[in-house]
T-cell receptor, first 115, second 115 residues
Framework: KAGVTQTPRYLIKTRGQQVTLSCSPI?????VSWYQQTPGQGLQFLFE???????NKGNFPGRFSGRQFSNSRSEMNVSTLELGDSALYLC??????????????FGEGSRLTVL | AQSVAQPEDQVNVAEGNPLTVKCTYS??????LFWYVQYPNRGLQFLLK??????LVKGSYGFEAEFNKSQTSFHLKKPSALVSDSALYFC?????????????FGAGTRLAVHP
């Protein structure tokens, strides 16, 4: 079974630009979560989608947005990029069955550098 | 507020010796606790979880964790460390107010196993 696939793996943008990151979950997984990882703030929850609906949102500004498609693939977008947005963005999928709560399967991440 | 603390930035262990990576938590209600591991330039991998039941939880790659409610701890252990265990380890708790897959991660502990 293929794992979680994130594209692109690496990208460089300049301040003020926007970026879209893509995530394909494990087949059959309907929940997709996004996390930001930085050396200073560690791992922080961005948002979670289930069946095309945002279930939760972390404490990030409105510049960060996401969506999920009917095939469970998800995208996140960051507009008006700032230097502090440089981070590893991790996508995770879950089967969302009761006892698997919180058991996430992570992709390898998209490393964003903002210059 | 719910939180997770990993008091050690780094743990050094000789190969073949037992290892412990410490984690304490603060949550309201019953905790859902997790350990994840991250290898360089990779996403996180699930190791084990505690939801309910036995206080000693066994997971992947020979790791186990002991849940201690009175000490609010969930330490990760392995009887005999391998050099290949060297990685970054994260303890996490499910945010009870945030839905199924919103995890609050600790800052991480870097485990270095020396030959």
């Amino acid at each position: 079974k293929a794992g979680v696939t994130q594209t692109p793996r690496y990208l460089i943008k300049t301040r003020g630009q926007q970026v879209t990151l893509s995530c394909s979950p494990i087949s059959g997984h309907r929940s997709v979560s996004w996390y930001q990882q930085t050396p200073g703030q560690g791992l922080q929850f961005l948002f979670e989608y289930f069946s095309e609906t945002q279930r939760n949102k972390g404490n990030f500004p409105g510049r960060f947005s996401g969506r999920q498609f009917s095939n469970s693939r998800s995208e996140m977008n960051v507009s008006t990029l700032e230097l502090g947005d440089s981070a590893l963005y991790l996508c995770a999928s879950s089967s969302m069955t009761g006892t698997n709560t919180g058991e996430l399967f992570f992709g390898e991440g998209s490393r964003l550098t903002v210059l | 507020a719910q939180s997770v603390a990993q008091p050690e930035d780094q743990v050094n262990v000789a190969e073949g010796n037992p290892l412990t990576v410490k984690c304490t938590y603060s949550v309201s209600g019953n905790p859902y606790l997790f350990w994840y591991v991250q290898y360089p330039n990779r996403g996180l991998q699930f190791l084990l979880k505690y939801i309910t039941g036995d206080n000693l939880v066994k997971g992947s790659y020979g790791f186990e964790a002991e849940f201690n409610k009175s000490q609010t701890s969930f330490h990760l252990k392995k009887p005999s460390a391998l050099v290949s265990d060297s990685a970054l380890y994260f303890c996490a708790v499910r945010d009870a107010s945030g839905g199924y897959n919103k995890l609050i991660f600790g800052a991480g502990t870097r485990l270095a196993v020396h030959p």
